[in-house]
């Protein structure tokens, strides 16, 4: 909920790092970023089959919205608005663990054993009952 204090909510606003793939004008009025895509992209490698991340390097970037204050010496320079980086943070990991490969190999060899276990299940319950209708009928014709 916003406050009465701050009727926009907080002057904050989230980017790549380094300004990664924004307008230049953003990385023109800051010193001293250098985006480069190897470091500072965003990027998820999805298995096609499952829908599940095989790799994950989210990253970003929070920013400060400075407007120029007027009253304020220091800032009386300033460009009327200046989104300035104070924060940078990655996460994730860039490959599947072993326990997590080792699932994924599973996960994509199981329909084809399972299939073939089932269907095995199947033929042994068939014979079972064949066996059981013959038993059954040699046992009625003694009897």
């Not at 990385?27 to 490698?45: C, I, T, W």
């Amino acid at each position: 909920k916003r406050s009465a204090a701050i009727p926009k909510g907080a002057p904050i606003a989230l980017s790549f790092p380094h300004f990664y793939q924004a307008d230049p004008s953003f990385l023109a009025a800051v010193s001293g970023l250098s985006p480069n895509k190897e470091k500072h992209q965003f990027y998820v490698d999805i298995a096609p089959d499952f829908g599940f991340p095989l790799a994950i390097r989210p990253r970003f970037q929070l920013n400060v919205i400075i407007k120029r204050d007027t009253d304020i010496e220091m800032m009386s320079n300033f460009a009327e608005e200046l989104i300035l980086p104070f924060l940078w943070a990655q996460d994730g990991f860039s490959e599947p663990s072993d326990e997590m490969a080792e699932a994924i190999k599973f996960g994509l060899s199981a329909p084809s054993k399972l299939s073939m276990l089932g269907g095995a299940c199947l033929l042994v319950v068939g014979g079972a009952m064949v066996l059981a209708a013959l038993g059954w009928v040699l046992w009625y014709r003694r009897s």
